[in-house]
């Protein structure tokens, strides 16, 4: 009796609407909002797995060499002589097609919703076995797709725009996180001067970090003869964050925006400093001939020329820290202050109150599902009384990423060199896709301040 109760429920947590906790006793207990999410996310890891496999030269090989009958398996599926249409950037393409409609079709699907009990929002909730047999299935779908050379070209165009709309939310949201940083910090100095003292010295490391990160890449990145490119890169960069520091505290800015000061610009002038690192770090390297005639790498760091040469440990490390960042991006994009946050609604200046981890407090998501907690068997059911978060805005942002991973993957434009083994060893395309994104976070957090400007009669929240 005990056995056919316990098969029924991970029944229902494959083909119905419970949640994934209830699949096994030995999971902690867990928020129904927030194992949704992860399995979700999970779905998201397993695409973004067989990606990287096909982008692999090293597993194509391996496989050719240990599977028996292989040309023959290719040559049944129909996948060319030695599964060539399974491998590179156009099954990539086609996999991330795949699925992108499945988190689209959700997106469209969950418009909308407020009330975790409705009929669509048990769809989101449950049903993981058919979801993934429904992801797999768009997945391979796409491989049968009729005129694939139009097919390819044109979902590269969408793919890049998708990508571009996906960092474009990251830094839009970065901005927000400074003003937000600012604003509540600030806002302490009323009942405790304590907080001026937190204020400065943040913002005196930040500045430290951009200022030493900017004169290493300056001794490291360039020499003496040569490297102009970097040169001129690292001045720009350098100038656009004293830049935005000057404008943040001119008076015509304190007017209109008392909350701004040196603390936002502190901070993305830090992102600016990571970028312009990882552009840097992107560039394909220059070789010349020495004296001597011998090649001779130049305006890259001596001492990691040598780690560079261990492909495997780059590229599993690499591609790891990579999908991570991706992944831990999703997830804090798709909360329901980040949702607020793009549509500009903001809390009151007057409530804030100030704490040192401000994201999460009495008026933040955590809070509110503290008090919709209802108890189950394994799942702590949270949404009782409404969403905690957007359904379709997190399918939305999970649509988005997976058209940025297929652009990332396949090194955006230089796809047809393109392989997760040489991922890391530097892209012209990757290379300017990063730089551009330097300067979208300098022009976004400069719109935030001159914007109040130009339009005195309109109310901004930031």
């Known amino acids: 009796m005990l056995l056919a109760s316990g098969q029924i429920l991970e029944l229902a ?8 906790s209830l699949c096994c006793d030995c999971c902690p207990k867990i928020r129904q909002s927030r194992s949704t999410r992860f399995m ?22 391996e496989m050719k ?26 099954a990539v393409y086609r996999v991330c097609f ?25 769809i989101h909730n449950g049903f993981w076995f058919f979801k993934l047999l429904l992801l797999g299935a768009m997945c391979s779908g796409a491989f049968f797709i009729p005129d694939q050379e139009t097919f390819l070209n044109a979902w590269r165009y969408v793919g890049a725009v998708g990508g571009f709309i996906f960092i474009g939310i990251q830094l839009i949201l970065l901005v927000e996180f400074a003003h937000k940083w600012n604003k509540n910090w600030t806002a302490g100095t009323a009942t405790n001067k304590l907080w001026y003292a937190a204020l400065a010295l943040v913002t005196l490391v ?93 305006c890259v760091p001596e001492f990691g020329q040598d780690l560079y040469r261990d492909e495997n ?42 704490r040192c981890c401000f994201c999460f407090g009495p008026d933040g998501e955590d809070t509110e599902e503290q008090q ?44 047809e060199s393109a392989n997760i083994e040489t991922f890391f060893s530097g892209s012209w395309s990757i290379f300017w896709v990063k730089m551009a994104s330097c300067w979208m976070c300098v022009l976004l957090y400069l719109g935030t301040l001159v914007a109040p400007l130009c339009c005195p009669s309109r109310q901004f929240s930031v």
């Open 65 to 90: 060499e240990h599977i028996p009958f292989y040309e023959d398996i290719c040559k049944g599926i129909k996948a060319g002589d030695t599964c060539e249409k399974l491998v590179g950037y156009s």
């Open 372 to 415: 919709n907690v209802k108890e189950g068997p394994r799942v702590i059911y949270d949404e009782k009384r409404g969403t905690v978060y957007s359904y379709s805005y997190f399918h939305f942002v999970f649509f988005l990423a997976s058209l940025y991973v297929m652009m990332t993957v396949t090194s955006w434009f230089n796809y």
């Open 13 to 20: 947590c494959c083909c119905g609407s419970a949640g994934c």
């Open 313 to 354: 440990l780059v590229t599993g490390l690499g591609t790891t820290l990579l999908f991570v960042c991706i992944l831990y991006s999703c997830l804090t994009s798709t909360t329901r202050s980040s949702s607020d946050a793009l549509q500009g609604r903001y809390a009151a200046p007057e409530l804030e109150v100030a």
């Open 206 to 298: 930040m500045y430290s970090i951009a200022t030493g990160g900017l004169i290493l890449m300056a001794v490291f990145y360039t020499q003496k003869d040569g490297c102009l490119e970097n040169k001129i890169l690292l001045g720009l960069n350098g100038g656009l964050c004293l830049l935005i520091s000057v404008v943040a505290i001119s008076p015509c800015v304190q007017n209109r925006q008392p909350h701004s000061g040196l603390l936002q610009s502190g901070l993305i002038s830090c992102y600016v400093t990571y970028l312009t690192f990882s552009a840097l770090s992107s560039k394909p390297v220059e070789v010349v001939l020495d004296e001597h005639g011998k090649n001779v790498t130049i």
């Open 40 to 61: 979700y996310a999970l779905y998201f890891i397993l695409v973004v797995l067989l990606c990287c496999i096909m982008m692999s030269k090293t597993v194509a090989n």
């Open 98 to 122: 795949g699925m992108a409609c499945f988190f689209f079709i959700f997106c469209l699907l969950t418009l909308k919703i407020n009330s975790s009990k409705g009929c669509r929002a048990h």
